[in-house]
């Protein structure tokens, strides 16, 4: 799953315009992400702080 | 906010911000709906614009001007640079905008034109009847309303869905999307005329750090990698520490920003029916600069002057809109997009060691205008081999 680390997010976008599937979204400044994710991992390459992450499972 | 106008724009960038105003200023009935709380705020641009196509669309107004450029120097990945100076002596040819204001004013001047704006709104998705776009749910705190229209036009930016729920994909390639980072620093020794670009592999791979003035000891300092030479420990945000490290040891930060900017090809299509897509939505950016500024506001008053027109006909099925698709296209914009997009593809393959010869063979150069084309056009003049290199370069210059 993919994991948002908001305090290091910059709310640029970057990485929603690169989501094969369109599963991240901004509202404002709150990136969210929805169930069409399938964990590839190219938002997490492409950020520009490094704010995201797929996790294998769910962290505690 | 009514339930039905002749037009909704989506976004309140420079993009949507022409449109909306070129609309009302056509009689139409316009709104405008901007996600965020404030218009343009976070900036994510280094803020560069040239005067003359700046002009076309705002008088100059030292609010939104934090500097005018005269020159641009290019710095290879070994150090040795090269300056490029505009032919008329005397004559600033660009400037460094404050984008915050500048893109407010924007809004503003659409605003006193007749279109209605709303902030912290955001369309969450289209309304589609029989196949065409009707529309847009918006959201407002957590209020959703239906808003009908004739044509809506999508300026949604970079980070746009509204096309890709209306079932364009505009998913950017990995590679083509630029991962930036960028400080305002202050106090450095900067020459307050000149933009400055770092090119090399080391420095920004497939893309170039900048420092564009913002005031006499003030910059925008920035850098954009490729997509896929981001990883953890190379990212924008590392190779912009590194390079302010190198650069501006004492620099101050006083604001950072993230971004992305696409240098792919544009959408295929830019229209469907009830639908118009403009500036980084779009794909716009220009891929070798990845100033978009410009192409975001001349193609938000195309779409506007072929929306209006078929909002008056009564057709805003795709085939009428088309027009907007050729219109562009046709235009230089759109040539040099195309062309540029080419000589990026190019240039992206040199070496550090090619770029290094490169930029030694001129050391100061003179050029009636800034574009790539010249430059490009001039590089070559000095390094006929490059031509040779390149088949499909030679084409596209020719193209030009
Ligand atoms: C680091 C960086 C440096 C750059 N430097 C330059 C430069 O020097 N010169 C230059 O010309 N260009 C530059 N650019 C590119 C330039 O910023 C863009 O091309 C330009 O802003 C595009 O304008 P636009 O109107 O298409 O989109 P934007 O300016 O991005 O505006 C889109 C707006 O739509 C809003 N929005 C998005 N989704 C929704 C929704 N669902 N509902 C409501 N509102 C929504 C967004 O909040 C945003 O305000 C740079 C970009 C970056 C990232
Ligand atoms: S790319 Fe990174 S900084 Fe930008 S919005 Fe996505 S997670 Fe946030
Ligand atoms: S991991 Fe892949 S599918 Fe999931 S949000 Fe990121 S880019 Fe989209």
New binding site residues.
């Given amino acids: 799953m993919l994991v948002?680390h908001r305090e290091?997010?910059?709310?640029?976008?970057?990485?929603?315009s690169v989501c094969p599937e369109g599963a991240?979204e901004?509202v404002d400044a709150f990136?969210t992400v929805d169930n069409a994710c399938r964990s590839c991992g190219v938002?997490a390459r492409?950020?520009?702080?490094g704010?995201?992450e797929v996790c294998d499972e769910e962290p505690v | 906010m009514k339930s039905r106008y002749d037009a909704l724009v989506i976004g309140g960038g420079p993009g949507g911000a022409i449109a909306a105003g070129e609309l009302a200023g056509a009689g139409h009935s316009v709104c405008l709906v901007e996600k965020r709380p404030a218009i343009g705020a976070p900036v994510r641009c280094a803020e560069g614009i040239g005067k003359d196509v700046l002009k076309e669309f705002i008088a100059p107004d030292d609010r939104w001007i934090s500097a005018e450029i005269n020159g641009a120097r290019i710095v290879a990945p070994d150090g040795v640079s090269m300056t490029v100076e505009q032919q008329m002596a005397g004559s600033k040819v660009g400037y460094i905008l404050d984008r915050k204001i500048f893109d407010r004013d924007l809004v503003w001047q659409a605003a006193s034109r007749g279109a209605e704006v709303h902030v912290k709104t955001r369309a969450t998705g289209p309304i589609v009847e029989d196949g065409a776009v009707k529309g847009a749910v918006l959201e407002t705190c957590g209020t959703t309303r239906k808003v009908k229209a004739d044509v809506v036009i999508a300026a949604d930016g970079v980070e746009s869905k509204f096309a890709r729920w209306c079932g364009v994909d505009s998913a950017v390639p990995l590679r083509e999307l630029m991962s930036c980072a960028q400080y305002i620093l202050t106090d450095i020794d900067i020459d307050p005329g000149l933009t400055v670009f770092y090119l090399g592999n080391k420095v920004a791979p497939e893309g170039y750090a900048w420092v564009f003035p913002k005031g006499d000891r003030t910059a925008n300092v920035g850098i954009g990698i490729s997509g896929r030479r981001s990883r953890d420990g190379n990212r924008a945000r590392d190779y912009l520490d590194r390079f302010v490290a190198a650069q501006f040891p004492g620099g101050k930060t006083i604001e950072y920003i993230?971004g992305?900017v696409s240098v792919c090809r544009p959408l295929p299509c830019t229209v469907a029916d009830g639908l118009m897509v403009v500036g980084d939505a779009a794909r716009l950016a220009d891929p070798m600069t990845g100033g978009g500024i410009y192409n975001a506001m001349k193609t938000g008053r195309l779409a506007a002057g072929v929306a209006s027109e078929s909002i008056s006909s009564g057709d805003c099925s795709s085939s009428a809109l088309m027009a907007y698709d050729r219109a562009w296209r046709d235009s230089k914009l759109g040539k040099t997009l195309e062309r540029n997009w080419r000589i990026k593809e190019y240039f992206i393959t040199l070496s550090d060691e090619k770029l290094n010869t490169i930029i030694h063979s001129i050391s100061k150069m003179n050029l009636k205008d800034f574009s790539v084309f010249n430059l490009v056009k001039e590089l070559i003049r000095h390094n006929p081999r490059l031509l040779l290199e390149l088949k499909g370069l030679h084409d596209s210059l020719k193209a030009g």
Avoid at chain 1, 46 to 49: E, Q, R, S, T
Wanted: aromatic share 4%.
């Fill in positions: 948002i290091c997010c910059g709310y640029c976008g970057a990485c929603v991240l901004l990136l938002c492409v950020c520009p702080v704010a995201l | 993230v992305g």
